[in-house]
C-alpha cells in the first residue's frame, strides 16, 4: 500500500528540540518531493518547506526559514522535520504530504499533533 | 508575495450546486496549475482536483474545476451537494520562487 505513516503524537515543553518523522512506502521513496505542512489550531494549512530524499535538495518557505530543519533518511525512506528549541507558538497538526510533478500533493500523511506547553 | 484567497465559508442545500473562488493576487493564476484539497474535521487532507480541472480516481464527476483568466481565479464547482461534502477546501498552487502557495481555506457547510 502506498502511504506516508508519521510519527505519533508529542508533549514538549518550551525551549525542548524535537523531531518528528514521516515514512514512506509501496513507491520509490527517493523519486518524490515530500512537503511539510503546518495547520495550527482552528487555522489553514501553511508550507513550511519540502525535500527531495533523492539527493537532499531542500526549499523552505520564508516563513520557517531558520525556524526548522528538514531533513531525509532514505535508507529506511523517512523524511524528519525538526525543531532546536520549541515555542508555544509551535503547537499545531503537521502533515508530510509527497509532491507529484505539476506542484501537487497526491498522499498525505496522518498528521502529527505538536503541543508546547509549560 | 503571491496570494490565493477564498471566501471564509459558503453555504448550500443538498442537491444544489456550489462553487468556491480562489482569486491570485498577482500575475496571471492560470501560469501554475491549481490544486483543491477537502479537508473533514480531523482528517487529514485529500485533493480533489489537481491540474486546474483535473480529478483523482475516485472523486466523483460532482466535483469540477476551472480557471477563469478574465477574474485571475480558480473555481471548484461542487454539483448535487450531500451531506459528506462539507468539509473545509483549500486552494493551492505555487508561486514564480516555486514556494508553495495555499488559499486561506472555505468552509463549506451543506445545511
Known amino acids: 500500500e502506498v502511504q506516508l505513516v508519521q510519527s505519533g503524537a508529542e508533549v514538549k515543553k518550551p525551549g525542548e528540540s524535537l523531531k518528528i518523522s514521516c515514512e514512506g512506502s509501496?513507491?520509490?521513496?527517493?523519486?518524490?518531493?515530500i512537503a511539510w505542512v503546518r495547520q495550527m489550531p482552528g487555522k489553514g494549512l501553511e508550507w513550511m518547506g519540502i525535500i527531495y530524499p533523492g539527493d537532499s535538495d531542500t526549499r523552505y518557505s520564508p516563513s520557517f526559514q531558520g525556524q526548522v530543519t528538514i531533513s531525509a533518511d532514505r535508507s529506511i525512506t523517512t523524511a524528519y522535520l525538526q525543531w532546536s528549541s520549541l515555542k508555544a507558538s509551535d503547537t499545531a497538526m503537521y502533515y508530510c504530504?509527497?509532491?507529484?510533478?505539476?506542484?501537487?500533493?497526491?498522499?498525505w500523511g496522518r498528521g502529527t499533533l505538536v503541543t508546547v506547553s509549560s | 508575495n503571491f496570494m490565493l484567497t477564498q471566501p471564509h465559508s459558503v453555504s448550500e442545500s443538498p442537491g444544489k450546486t456550489v462553487t468556491i473562488s480562489c482569486t491570485g493576487s498577482?500575475?496571471?493564476?492560470?501560469?501554475?496549475?491549481v490544486q483543491w484539497y477537502q479537508q473533514r474535521p480531523g482528517s487529514a487532507p485529500t485533493t480533489v482536483m489537481y491540474e486546474d480541472n483535473q480529478r483523482p480516481s475516485g472523486v466523483p464527476d460532482r466535483f469540477s474545476g476551472s480557471i477563469d483568466s478574465s477574474s485571475n481565479s480558480a473555481s471548484l464547482t461542487i454539483s448535487g451537494l450531500k451531506t459528506e461534502d462539507e468539509a473545509d477546501y483549500y486552494c493551492?498552487?505555487?508561486?514564480?520562487?516555486?514556494?508553495?502557495?495555499f488559499g486561506g481555506g472555505t468552509k463549506l457547510t451543506v445545511l
Open positions: 504530504a509527497r509532491r507529484r510533478g505539476n506542484w501537487y500533493f497526491d498522499l
Open positions: 498577482s500575475g496571471s493564476i492560470a501560469s501554475n496549475y
Open positions: 493551492q498552487s505555487h508561486d514564480s520562487s516555486n514556494h508553495v502557495v
Open positions: 509501496g513507491y520509490s521513496f527517493t523519486s518524490y518531493w
